[in-house]
DNA sequence: TATTGTTATACTCTATAACTATA
DNA sequence: TATAGTTATAGAGTATAACAATA
């Protein structure tokens, strides 16, 4: 399962001087995200999900059942017009339903359905599997303090 | 200067429960890069520079001239069809020459000409700046430990 | 007037395959 | 046979504008 990406990111054995690069934290961010998001995206192609947004849109709406397209844009920071393509297609692959909302005719409460469930509780275990892999050379105490270092980046 | 995909993402005063997502290292690094990136991709624009990967590609050929294209892919993980195209357009924009390689004629060894290493320390100015903006909300000791362990979950 | 959600569109980024020239 | 670099191409991801329906 080791792909193109991984085998031409691991292959560098050279004395590149990136240090300039290496010392500023949205590089390293960006770095490491890539790493992250590439091996969840292979992962959670085996349950029909397309990547790591198909399972982000899942998830918050599993564990947020009736949420409306506008809060899961704010949410994951995705411009309404590129989730509504995201979420139709979940739809049509029989993931969500869209109901009605009670008392905004413009708005759909989106809630999964029995696939949907199962489907968005295996990804969320392969998820966390993915992610502990990925970050196994840290300590739990350090990737504590990593991931409250992140959230404050972007949650601020 | 404020671009929509700030506004976007600063207007997310509802009450989603995202935990479920927020514990993913992963997860949290694409969000952090993501704004870091943004915020410097809209910089970099005065200085004719598309984006993060222009500045990247300039910055390595800065500290390592007369690196090659196969090492700037490796110490980059961008695969070579991609960088084919970068570095032609920075060559076409006057910010870097090929010169042959002294004993391998498949390859090209890069420098900067006058104006991509004036280009190239003007950006690296905005970018050292822009990600000690992006930063702020940090201490010292916390941003040194958040590269460390960043650059430990790719490099390794 | 402002907001929810949609369609259309464009541009960037990432990835693969096939090719040439050379090693 | 393998490697450096290129072209072509396809699929994600990101961003803007314009619109219909409703608030």
Redesign the interface.
Known sequence: MSS??EA??K????S??????????????????????H??AIKLQKYGLQG?IDY?VL??I???SG?TSM?????L?L?PANLSGIVKSLEDRGFLSRQQHPTDRRAYRLHLTEIGLEVQADA?AV??K??AE??K??SES??S???Q????????
Do not use: C, W
Request: charge should be neutral; charged fraction near 15%.
């Open positions: 193109n990406f031409h990111r292959s560098n054995t050279n590149v001087d990136s240090s300039s690069l290496e010392l500023l934290i949205g590089y390293n961010a960006k770095r490491a995200s890539s790493v992250a998001m091996g969840l790591p982000s998830t918050l599993a564990h947020n949420i809060q899961l844009s704010h949410a920071s411009f969320e998820a966390i993915n992610d990925f970050a050379i840290l350090e990737r303090m990593l991931n270092f992140l959230l404050k980046l972007y949650a601020s």
